[in-house]
């Protein structure tokens, strides 16, 4: 078998996505105990205990959920859609424990600079950011503000400069690769979520550009999560793995005997409310209970994963170069069976 390096990985012939690849242990580990290996990590300069952020959307991140995950050393990037980001401009009392906030493209400057006084980092949350409206919005924001900006999606390296010359600080990267995404399936556009990370991972290295790469759809479990940081991610982004718990937006439904919360893609028709360009799902997902056991699962996941990988932090994760490809019939064998 061969031992693919990130490198080997990126010029594969096919697009690869997390279930396709998986990490291979060739050390001896150092590491005595799962609690050994430190997984703080610094994002967009904030001191995070865990490299984990949650997706802007409206059935995911309110304020309440922002405050919970900044008490769980993670990020919250709190939605565009519903009363949230009202909330904060209207009182600064509010803001407390919340450091990230996603705007629209048509956002209007006067809310932008209240957000720079609140110190908070902003998403512009659109589809695709390799677009020229989206890049002079990021540009004016730049120009007249000290705000730190994430912008995405991108799927490919191709345009990173231009997204690191108009003053991105952090990209997110995937495009089709969300749980409740529907954009290949309408468009036709997509990459796997491995290779599209990577591509953008090699286009970083080569140009040495400044910018935090944040591998965003498709992390379905804390082994995804280790995959993404050890092919080079700075931060997941995770909407599906948040969904469903007691901090996000929105009631708590019983339907045949089981609690329910509901999860829907930003394009959805539940979010536009209208019937044009819809690229998102709406689904239920069965209720987990506070975010906090969600986060303390990924934690003890990738703790794990680390101790396997002889990595004592984060930084050692993201240089790991021995990953598989693993053939349908090996992928099969690692699922537990009933
Ligand atoms: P998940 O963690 O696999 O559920 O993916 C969450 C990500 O899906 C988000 O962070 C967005 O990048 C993406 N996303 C959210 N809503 C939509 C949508 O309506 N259409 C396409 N992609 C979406």
Known sequence: MKIFSKQDLQNYELSLTYDDISLIPTQISEIRSRVEP??????????????????????????????????SGCLGVVNRFDSSLQE?????????????????????????????????????DTANANNKAVLQKCEEIKSKTKIKVMLGNIAHGATLRKLV?????????GIGGGSVCTTSIQTGIGIGQVSSLL??????????????????GGIKSPGDVAKAIALGADVVMLGRMLAGTKE?????IKYNDQL??????????????????????????PYKGVVKNVIDGISDGLRSSMSYMNCKTIEELRKINTFSILSNSSYLERLPKK
């Open 248 to 252: 996000t937006p929105g009631e708590v």
């Open 199 to 216: 591509d953008v991972y090699f286009a970083r290295e080569k140009d040495n550009l400044k910018i935090e790469l944040i591998a965003d």
């Open 165 to 173: 010359d108009a003053g991105a600080d952090s990209i997110r990267i």
């Open 88 to 124: 904060l401009t209207s009182s600064s009392a509010k803001t407390q424990g919340i450091k990230a906030v996603s705007i629209a493209l048509n956002t209007p400057f006067s809310v932008i600079e209240q957000l720079a006084e609140l110190n908070l980092i902003i998403c512009i």
């Open 38 to 71: 430190i997984t703080k990590t610094s994002f967009m300069g904030l001191e995070l205990g865990l490299p984990v952020i949650s997706s802007p959307m409206d059935s995911v991140t309110g304020n309440l959920m922002a405050k919970e995950l900044t008490n």
């Open 260 to 285: 329910w919360k509901k999860y829907r893609g930003s394009a959805s028709f539940g979010v536009k409310m209208k019937n044009e360009f819809i690229e998102g799902e709406e689904t239920m997902i």
